[in-house]
Nanobody
Framework: QVQLVESGGGLVQAGGSLRLSCAAS????????MGWFRQAPGKEREFVAA????????DYATSVKGRFTISRDNAKNTVFLQMNSLKPEDTAVYYC??????????????WGQGTQVTVSS
């Protein structure tokens, strides 16, 4: 069973940047497409970004395209999310998970603790 630990969140002003990390243990994630998801207060969890197993393909939600960049380091069993030009509406708890690339849904029902991102206006 793989365990995922997200980190790197924090409080940042609008226009600022953060880099999130998702460290996996217990099993390699190199055989899975991986994704980032987020959940804002009172809202359902939503897809943010996905990356293929090799890292050669990336996809983004429309709301973050051009501002966020997903990457992975399979040797370190880690996935990253570089977030630039942050907006208050990006405020949410961010999670990583294996992702089904056909529909951008998470492959696993279990989640890490997530990392809080708060963007002030």
């Amino acid at each position: 069973q793989v365990q995922l630990v997200e980190s790197g969140g924090g409080l940042v002003q609008a226009g600022g940047s953060l880099r999130l990390s998702c460290a996996a243990s217990g099993r390699t994630i190199s055989t899975y497409p991986m994704g980032w998801f987020r959940q804002a207060p009172g809202k359902e969890r939503e897809f943010v970004a996905a990356i293929s197993r090799s890292g050669g393909r990336t996809d983004y939600a429309t709301s973050v395209k051009g501002r966020f960049t997903i990457s992975r380091d399979n040797a370190k069993n880690t996935v990253f999310l570089q977030m630039n030009s942050l907006k208050p509406e990006d405020t949410a708890v961010y999670y990583c998970n294996a992702v089904d690339y056909t529909n951008y849904r998470p492959l696993r029902d279990s989640w890490g603790q997530g990392t809080q991102v708060t963007v002030s206006s």
